[in-house]
């Protein structure tokens, strides 16, 4: 399959070709497209073929949902059973935007779109080449990240271009993503409200606005023997090829430690890199270091955590070390995506000293 790379400034929009992605998504086809979080590879989310190759086109398990992109409010209304109050307090206060509502699903939304599961998640997108695009499709796109399963999330539509060359009929560049991670999921479906996965809507926005909100138990725990509630979340999602560990302690103490980690791997032949936030950056002496963000930062660390987790799968690097970071805010996103890299690999020199 030849596929078909477009670029669409979210500032100049170019209705022709978006009505052509559109037309490809009504016809059956897949086409990735930007949104605010990370790239989507899109497809017909009522149509249960397009969802089916949508899984073969990332080579992801089909027992793993997918968010259905809705572009207007009313649309909510016929792909799920009831619209509870709570959901129409959470759209109001966050939608359009990064916040995916888990909710009973119409008899409309076929079982391949939601891995067999009654119910549907639904996100209305704020990047306005995504609205634009959902629209011409005819309002309904179902869209996991544009990447190949287990490889991170794509950021950058160069990295769309390298999973999905050849497997999907069109590519939508929009340049570079602003926030960087997947959209926060919140399951609307129990007593109360429960994050399935975070993002950059945080536990707390939601309690401002919902009151009681919980978390999935399994989010930050690696030793937690509960199964996560969203199936994505089960799976090893997000590694790089490379060994990953986390160091958590004082700042001077995880340089210390990961330099002498550093320095045994390379005793043993390894390439080496470090996840290193700006302050600490020129301490290290690993073969590779990249700088995430500064400490002050975690929106820009949480923009440029997967694009520098691709970066370290192309120059090979087999060892990797990464500071750690506090997980409020965003900061939860941030660790909880960090951790899953790492396989829950994590050395904490606070309960060492
Ligand atoms: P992705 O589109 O790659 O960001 O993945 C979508 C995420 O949403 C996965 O982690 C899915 O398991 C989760 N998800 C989608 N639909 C549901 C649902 N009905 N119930 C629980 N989790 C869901
Ligand atoms: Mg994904």
Same mark, same amino acid.
């Given at each position: 399959?030849?596929?078909?790379?477009?670029?669409?400034?979210?500032?100049?929009?170019? *209705?022709?070709?978006? !009505?052509?992605?559109?037309?490809?998504?009504?016809?059956?086809?897949? $086409?990735?497209?930007?949104?605010?979080?990370?790239?989507?590879?899109?497809?017909?989310? %009522?149509?249960?073929?397009?969802?089916?190759?949508?899984?073969?086109?990332?080579?992801?398990?089909?027992?793993?949902?997918?968010?259905?992109?809705?572009?207007?409010?009313?649309?909510?209304?016929?792909?799920? /059973?009831?619209?509870?109050?709570?959901?129409?307090?959470?759209?109001?206060?966050?939608?359009?935007?990064?916040?995916?509502?888990?909710?009973? /699903?119409?008899?409309?939304?076929?079982?391949?779109?939601?891995?067999?599961?009654? !119910? $549907?998640? +639904?996100?209305?997108?704020?990047?306005?080449?995504?609205?634009? @695009?959902?629209?011409?499709?005819?309002?309904? +796109?179902?869209?996991?990240?544009?990447? %190949?399963?287990?490889?991170?999330?794509?950021?950058?539509?160069?990295?769309?271009?390298?999973?999905?060359?050849?497997?999907?009929?069109?590519?939508?560049?929009?340049?570079?993503?602003?926030? #960087?991670?997947?959209?926060?999921?919140?399951?609307?479906? #129990?007593?109360?409200?429960?994050? %399935?996965?975070?993002?950059?809507? !945080?536990?707390?926005?939601?309690?401002?606005?919902?009151?009681?909100?919980?978390?999935?138990?399994?989010? %930050?725990? #690696?030793?937690?023997?509960?199964?996560?509630?969203?199936?994505?979340?089960?799976?090893?999602?997000?590694?790089?090829?490379?060994?990953?560990?986390? +160091?958590?302690?004082?700042?001077?103490?995880?340089?210390?430690?990961? *330099?002498?980690? $550093?320095?045994?791997?390379?005793?043993?032949?390894? /390439?080496?890199? $470090?996840?290193?936030?700006?302050?600490?950056?020129?301490?290290?002496?690993?073969?590779?270091?990249?700088?995430?963000?500064?400490?002050?930062?975690?929106?820009?660390?949480?923009?440029?955590?997967?694009?520098?987790?691709?970066? @370290?799968?192309?120059?090979?690097?087999?060892?990797?070390?990464?500071?750690? @970071?506090?997980?409020?805010?965003?900061?939860?996103?941030?660790? *909880?995506?960090?951790?899953?890299?790492?396989?829950?690999?994590?050395?904490?020199?606070?309960?060492?000293?």
């Amino acid at each position: 399959m030849r596929t078909e790379v477009i670029i669409q400034e979210e500032n100049r929009i170019d *209705n022709t070709s978006l !009505t052509r992605a559109g037309d490809i998504i009504r016809r059956g086809g897949l $086409v990735a497209f930007p949104t605010e979080t990370v790239y989507g590879l899109g497809g017909d989310g %009522l149509n249960p073929e397009s969802s089916r190759k949508i899984y073969e086109a990332k080579g992801r398990p089909s027992d793993n949902p997918l968010i259905i992109h809705i572009c207007r409010m009313e649309d909510l209304y016929s792909i799920v /059973k009831e619209v509870p109050e709570s959901a129409k307090k959470l759209a109001e206060a966050f939608w359009p935007g990064p916040l995916t509502m888990i909710l009973p /699903k119409a008899d409309c939304v076929p079982k391949e779109t939601t891995g067999g599961l009654d !119910t $549907v998640a +639904v996100r209305m997108p704020s990047h306005k080449v995504a609205l634009a @695009f959902i629209k011409e499709a005819g309002g309904f +796109v179902a869209a996991p990240s544009a990447n %190949l399963s287990g490889k991170p999330s794509p950021t950058l539509a160069k990295y769309v271009v390298e999973d999905m060359d050849g497997r999907i009929d069109m590519i939508i560049d929009g340049g570079d993503i602003a926030i #960087g991670l997947e959209s926060t999921i919140v399951d609307l479906t #129990g007593e109360v409200p429960m994050i %399935l996965r975070p993002g950059y809507i !945080t536990l707390e926005m939601l309690q401002d606005v919902l009151g009681e909100v919980t978390c999935d138990p399994t989010l %930050l725990d #690696g030793t937690c023997t509960d199964r996560p509630k969203a199936p994505g979340m089960r799976y090893r999602h997000y590694a790089p090829k490379g060994d990953m560990l986390i +160091v958590e302690g004082s700042s001077d103490a995880v340089v210390s430690a990961i *330099n002498k980690m $550093v320095a045994e791997s390379k005793a043993q032949g390894l /390439k080496t890199g $470090v996840i290193a936030t700006a302050e600490n950056a020129e301490k290290y002496d690993a073969d590779v270091v990249k700088i995430v963000g500064s400490r002050q930062e975690a929106t820009a660390v949480a923009a440029s955590l997967y694009r520098i987790l691709r970066e @370290f799968d192309d120059e090979e690097t087999d060892a990797i070390y990464s500071e750690s @970071f506090a997980t409020d805010g965003i900061g939860q996103a941030i660790m *909880n995506r960090l951790l899953k890299a790492a396989g829950h690999k994590y050395k904490n020199l606070w309960e060492d000293a």
